[in-house]
Structures are given as structure tokens and as C-alpha cells.
């Protein structure tokens, strides 16, 4: 079964930060793109961040300037640094790989005071 898992959830305070990984196989990594969406609760799940195999990057309206989403071709892993956390940014957070529609497990995000 294929697998992109997940790291780096947890409680911040807003303001703060938090930076998610994804470990992908290498067929799923070298795939059109890689992504990060979130669902926060009662809402639909969004795309926050998306980088092509060619590096292409667009991030959702909401998450411009404040966070980043990156990868490591050696390592196979994709990134989401997320700074400047507001309560609206709390969310179960996934990987996607666009090669086969794979999903991972979810990490969750919650900003609170």
C-alpha cells in the first residue's frame, strides 16, 4: 500500500510556527506535483500550497507571505513552513501526490492561546 506520511502537527500559539513534512516514494515524489491541503472543521478540505515536478509554486490567497512550501529530491520529502499561525490556520493538515491521487494520513495544526 502506498503511503506518504506525515510529521511536524502540534499546538502553537498564534504568531508562532510550525513546519510539516511528507516522506513520498520516489515514484509518487517524482510525480506532476506535490501538495499540502488542510480541512478545518465544518469546512470543505483547500488546497494551501502546491510545487510541480518543475518547481512551479502557487499557494491558496489565504497563506501568501506566510508560508512556504518546499522539497528535497534527495530525500524524497516535500515541506510546509508555516509562520505568523492565526486560529483560522487550525486544520488537519495532508500530503498529496498528484501521481495517483495518493493522500496521507493528516497531521493536525491548532493555533490557539
Known amino acids: 500500500q502506498v503511503q506518504l506520511v506525515e510529521s511536524g502537527g502540534g499546538l502553537v500559539q498564534p504568531g508562532g510556527s510550525l513546519r510539516l513534512s511528507c516522506t513520498a516514494p520516489a515514484s509518487i515524489f517524482s510525480g506532476n506535483s506535490m501538495a499540502w491541503y488542510r480541512r478545518a472543521p465544518g469546512k470543505e478540505r483547500e488546497l494551501v500550497a502546491r510545487i510541480t515536478r518543475s518547481g512551479y509554486i502557487d499557494y491558496a490567497d489565504s497563506v501568501k507571505g506566510r508560508f512556504t512550501i518546499s522539497k528535497d529530491r534527495a530525500k524524497n520529502e516535500v515541506y510546509l513552513q508555516m509562520d505568523n499561525l492565526q486560529p483560522e490556520d487550525t486544520a488537519v493538515y495532508y500530503c498529496?501526490?498528484?501521481?495517483?491521487?495518493?493522500w496521507g494520513q493528516g497531521t493536525q495544526v491548532t493555533v490557539s492561546s
Open positions: 498529496h501526490g498528484n501521481y495517483g491521487d495518493h
